[in-house]
């Protein structure tokens, strides 16, 4: 196969991307309704059953939208979670702590 | 018509006993044959393809439907719009044959260990490679979706199935093209005629309209270039110019007819016979005679054990390619013969365009309505029949007819071929 034909695969480097995300970082009074916005626009979840405490597997996701949910919270926050910071994920509240550790 | 002998009904006889489909001529098998009926195509101006800059902005969508209110939290989010169409089809189906109780997916009423799933699709998750590679070129790999695997799988419409309604019998996804929901079919009945399944929700799917393919399938000159989308899907008419492209999906419910009468449900039609082939030819075209199509035919019919004169209808291929009309043709002469003139040929893709992977499913319950009803569909946009193609194919109006059997072929690209006979339940 010709190779010069290939398209070309965006770069991995996150300052060089074409999508537009929020410049301002919310801060902690901030993050809990960002999920719930994000919870209930991208993940159906109705608003009523998004709490800090809440956990993500009582919201109806599994591993896959947490991942998804980490992509979201990217454009939103600019905070990308990876997977060492989801292994300890549990709740929206922890969601929330490790977001405010990436952004210290 | 009365029954021969070797029509009769045997306990092991392997029947539908639901039927369920979602293609552009409608949302049901009620009203897909109403639609076929009507001889109206659904071919129109695709504003989404438009707007991509698509080749061909033609197209024959399937009805809307809103995919989380139907399906559940999560359905658009998690699952391709081809799997959607295969729920929305297996409800229909498995409601008709009295599988569900008040959950419209659970299983009710049969040993869900031997509940087997077969479907076929050609292309899988199409519109999630196309908006996931979209992003990959875009916004770079950390930005592609974890649910593009499952999303995109061609195997994601059997296995969701399963998760919905709890069968865990053999679960299987078949693919040869164009023909895989006949090959389904195929597949289903003989798990069941084995014994290997009690049930099993067969069938094919397809939601194949992206900008990528519609882009290779116009270079590939399949597709047609008509403008007007009213007259483009237009089988075995001397100004064919190629396929329409569809959406949709079709799914029956196969069991044994001694299984279906233990547990109260009606058999509808009765799967007499299945047949396979390849071409060995061309990864497109088919060989001039239709000879692997030929083969496809004749042994459906030497397994359901009637003589060829038996059958009444043939629900062609008939995409509207210049070159599947004619070796469809062939086909059909080398397998009746003399008896050609006395089968009603009709091409129902002249109202729902090409379903690819769907098309065998839904002209095999097509061909079944057309059975049980005594009427042939009429080929939409049959204006001057092609002096090449020597069948006598329903147009204007459905054609009254009795029928005892009849056919359905599909040609899948690679030269993939598969053919049913049906007759009563």
């Given amino acids: 196969m010709d190779d010069t034909t290939a398209p070309p695969i965006g770069p991995p480097d996150h300052d060089n991307r074409t999508r537009t995300k929020d410049k301002e970082h919310p801060m902690s009074e901030d993050l809990l309704a960002t ?45 990308k979670l990876g997977d060492e910071d989801l292994e300890q994920v549990r709740t929206v509240q922890d969601a929330i702590d490790k977001v405010k550790e990436r952004q210290a | 018509m009365t029954d021969r002998p070797a029509m009769s009904r045997r306990p092991d006889d392997v029947v539908i006993t639901g039927m369920g489909a979602i293609t552009p001529a409608g949302r049901g098998v009620v009203a897909t044959w109403g639609g076929v009926l009507s001889g109206v195509t659904t071919a129109a101006h695709d504003e989404r393809l438009a707007a991509a800059g698509a080749p061909v902005a033609i ?24 799997t959607h169409l295969a729920l929305l089809a297996m409800r229909e189906a498995t409601a008709q044959a009295g599988l569900v109780a008040e959950d419209p997916d659970a299983l009710h009423g049969v040993d869900v260990d031997r509940v087997g799933v077969v479907i076929g699709s050609g292309i899988g998750g199409g519109e999630t490679w196309e908006s996931e590679y979209a992003r ?46 006949a090959s389904a079919i195929h597949v289903a009945r003989d798990l069941v005629r084995s014994g290997t399944a009690d049930v099993v929700i067969a069938g094919g799917v397809e939601a194949g309209i992206t900008t990528i393919a519609m882009s290779a399938f116009a270079q590939m000159g399949a597709l047609s270039s008509n403008p007007d989308p009213r007259s483009a899907s237009r089988p075995f008419d001397v100004d064919r110019d190629g396929f329409v492209m569809g959406e949709g999906a ?43 199509a030929a083969l496809a035919m004749e042994r459906a019919i030497r397994d359901a054990g009637i003589d060829a004169s038996r059958i009444g209808h043939h629900n062609a291929h008939g995409t509207s390619t210049p070159l599947n009309d ?83 072929a599909s040609m899948g690209f690679g030269g993939q071929n598969a053919a049913l006979v049906l007759t009563m339940g």
């Fill in chain 2, 59 to 82: 197209s024959c969508r399937a009805p809307a439907f809103d995919a989380d209110a139907e399906l559940g939290r999560g359905a658009t989010r998690r699952l391709d719009r081809f």
């Fill in chain 2, 136 to 181: 990959l070129t875009a916004e770079g790999p950390a930005r592609v979706s974890p649910l593009f695997v499952p999303r995109m799988l061609s195997n994601t419409a059997a296995g969701t199935i399963a998760i919905r309604t709890g069968a865990r019998g053999p679960n299987l996804t078949v693919n040869t093209a164009c023909a895989a929901g």
């Fill in chain 2, 250 to 292: 079709g799914i029956v419910i196969i069991e044994s007819r001694a299984h279906a009468e233990a547990r109260g449900a009606e058999p509808l039609l009765t799967i007499a016979g299945c047949g396979a082939s390849a071409d060995a030819f061309h990864a497109t075209a088919p060989p001039e005679d239709g000879g692997g």
């Fill in chain 2, 326 to 408: 004619i070796a469809e043709t062939r086909a059909l002469r080398s397998v009746f013969g003399a008896h050609l003139s006395d089968v009603v040929v009709t091409s129902t893709k002249g109202v729902t365009g090409h379903l690819l992977g769907a098309a065998g499913a839904v002209e095999a319950i097509l061909a079944g309505c057309a059975l049980r009803e005594g009427l042939v569909p009429p080929t939409a946009n049959l204006t001057q029949q092609d002096p090449a193609i020597e069948l006598d194919v329903a147009h204007g109006e459905p054609r009254r007819v009795a029928l005892g059997a009849v056919i359905s």
């Fill in chain 1, 35 to 79: 999920f719930t916005e994000l919870l209930t626009s991208d993940f159906g979840v109705p608003a009523d059953e998004v709490s800090a405490d809440a956990t993500f597997e009582a919201l109806g996701l599994d591993s896959l939208d947490i991942v998804e949910l980490t992509l979201a919270l990217e454009d939103r926050t600019g905070v």
